[in-house]
């Protein structure tokens, strides 16, 4: 049941992770505008360009309003009946000729968390396999990672309104201004009040013009820089001593290891001055409150992991964590809920609530209520799927909202995946790069259209309302996924969302005070929310950390050199990212109005650079990396430090992810997108 054809409804962005709750106007069954909710918990009254304006996708002429099955080589319409059969069978030949493990699907973002929880669940229960993962490995996964070794969870340490009270902010590779516009503001209003800020960045992203100190790190030292700071700490006896005797293990190897990086060995290693990573590592030091925020600079790289643990170092040493003493380690996620399909279990070895499907007691948990075993083998993580599929042993792929194809590195492999693997099926709004590759296109509902939760950056769930039903035939997801189901004999039970996010409670304590008819009533409650009359919790680690050992663990990771370096025939660093009117790939900002507002894809470049190498503003350039070209506009400036450039990720067209690697985080497959050695030339 849809509301009424005038009316506003209450619904969570569907862009990036900051959560705004917005209000969506509508009149004749149409959006007509989008508001900023006053009362938002964490906007407030805020919201950016994309959450304002980029609503016009809905009625984009492009919109998928049917099923598409490939014939002949050709994509054509079909009827759902039609197409659910074609998809059961494909599902079901797969399985006969490789076994469950034949099977992968990838779940993404786009996805609210009840549908993440039954992407899961229909690998897990329906095919039999943990062949499950979604777009979080290739942003945040080292965070997951890391966060969890270092403190127990794998959520930021602190809400955002705790670090908002903090007096000295180090903001580390992220760019909120553009990235995550009302957490931008929300700093930048601190500032103002008085907060110092660092800001570690090798780009002048817009904070960096407010910083009492910016360090520029070249792409691909973080890990130096952060033993650095860590260095001086220890070296001027900025840490707590008692917290770490009482809370902490690992000092003694940390403190050998960091013997290592005096700070001008660190400023060799990063091109970071002595005296501005002195200053830094004093101001952070010296805070009685100081917070740490992060974003994909510090996870997107060969040792991304070890960026999050040696970041979470500072904090631990300064007592700034599970205190009152600070803000401790607080990740920035860059999709709407990227947390949530983490948090629901779409991952090959963590089952909702992030048990280890190898436990044989958590297994048991999720049997107990699914009433069916769960494969205690870990599945295939996304670059291994492709691999897979390369390689003949993956026989069907089921995407959900994610393209592949213009957002995962080194496209030119995962085309070739996707053209050696029997089935591929996209849930998708439009024809997208990827969903061009498949051979059935299921017509998917927006977040303006459906009905569930997302959990923003600091682990708070909201509702998503549908104020408008999806165009033609267009499908939740979740409708989607119990249809393909049932076509295939098989029952997903969760009959309506609320349904499913109940159910997850039931096998994941974490979420076990949480249901819909509760936010409903109370806007956003964070988790680990275990009880349905308990608040949630807000700040973590306040008793213990959620280590087997109850204590934060400080880490000695090597300074090792990232996977892509520069040389004579690729001299420049590319660094890929965001921009401030779009959103990820772009389908949506694209068609949404947005593109007005920034309607051609560049290529920053230093002036020196530029003189260098004979480009002007405005030229069009040809990039080249060791793994193929895009096509850019030349912008010349100096927000990129010289020797690098920098281009966003928004416009497919442009190639941007033919150039980057299929170099990886060692802990967990996240791509190195913050490192891929290029040269340039006017095209
Ligand atoms: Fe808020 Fe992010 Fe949406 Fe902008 S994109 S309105 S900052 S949630």
Known sequence: AFPPAEGLTRTTCGYCGVGCALDVVTRDGEVTAVLPARDGPVNRGHACVK???????????????????????????????????????????????????????????????????????????????????????????????????????????????????????????????????????RLLRQVLRGARLVVADPRAVGLALHADVHLRPRPGTNVALFHGLAHVLLAEGLIDEEFLRERATGLPELTELLADHPPDRVADLTGVPAADLVAAARLYGGAERPAIVYGLGVTEHLHGTDGVRSLSNLAILRGAVGTDRGYGVNPLRGQNNVQGASD?????????????????????????????????????????????????????????????????????????????????????????????????????????????????????????????????????????????????????????????????????????????????????????????????????????????DGRAHLAAPPCLPPGERPDDDYPLLLVTGRRWAHYNSGSMTRRGGNLALDPVDFLDLHSDDACRYGLRDGQGVTVESRHGRARLVARVGEQTAPGQVFCSFHFPASGVNRLTSGVADTVTSCPEYKVTAVRVAAS
């Open 51 to 185: 959450g304002r304006f980029s609503h016009g996708f809905r009625t984009s002429p492009e919109r998928l309003t049917r099923p598409l099955l490939r014939r002949d080589g050709v994509l054509e319409p079909a009827g759902w009946d039609e197409a659910l059969a074609h998809v059961a069978r494909g599902l079901r030949a797969a399985v006969d000729a490789g076994g469950p493990d034949a099977v992968a699907a990838i779940s993404s973002a786009r996805a609210t968390n009840e549908e993440n929880y039954l992407v899961q669940k229909f690998m897990r229960v329906v095919i039999g396999t943990n062949n499950v993962d979604n777009c979080s490995r290739l942003c945040h996964s080292p965070s997951a990672a890391g966060l969890t070794a270092s403190f127990g969870l794998s959520g930021g340490t602190d809400v955002f309104d705790d670090v908002e009270r903090a007096d000295c902010l180090l903001v580390v590779g992220a760019n909120p201004v553009e990235a995550h516009p009302v957490v931008g503001a």
């Open 344 to 548: 629901m279990g779409a991952l090959p070895d963590l089952l909702p609530g992030y048990g280890k499907v190898a436990d044989a007691a958590v297994r048991s948990r999720a049997e107990d209520v699914w009433g069916v075993p769960v494969p205690p083998r870990p599945g295939l993580r996304i670059p291994d799927m492709f691999a897979a599929a390369r390689a003949g042993a993956l026989r069907a792929l089921w995407i959900v909202g994610e393209d592949v194809l213009a957002t995962d590195p080194d496209t030119r492999q995962v085309a070739r995946a996707l053209d050696a693997c029997p089935l591929v099926v996209c849930n998708e709004l439009f024809l997208s790069e990827t969903a061009r590759h498949a051979d059935v296109v299921l017509p998917a509902a927006s977040w303006l259209e459906k009905d569930g939760t997302f959990v923003n950056f600091d682990r708070r769930f909201q509702r998503v309302r549908p104020a408008v039903p999806p165009p033609g035939q267009a499908r939740s997801d979740f409708d989607i996924l119990r249809a393909v189901a049932e076509a295939m004999g098989a029952g997903l039970g969760c009959p309506a969302p609320a349904d499913a996010l109940a159910e997850c409670g039931r096998l994941a304590p974490v979420f076990a005070g949480l249901s819909h008819d509760r936010l409903d009533r109370e806007g956003a409650v964070p988790w680990p929310c275990p009880t349905p009359h308990g608040p949630g919790e807000a700040k973590l680690y306040t008793e213990r950390f959620a280590t087997p």
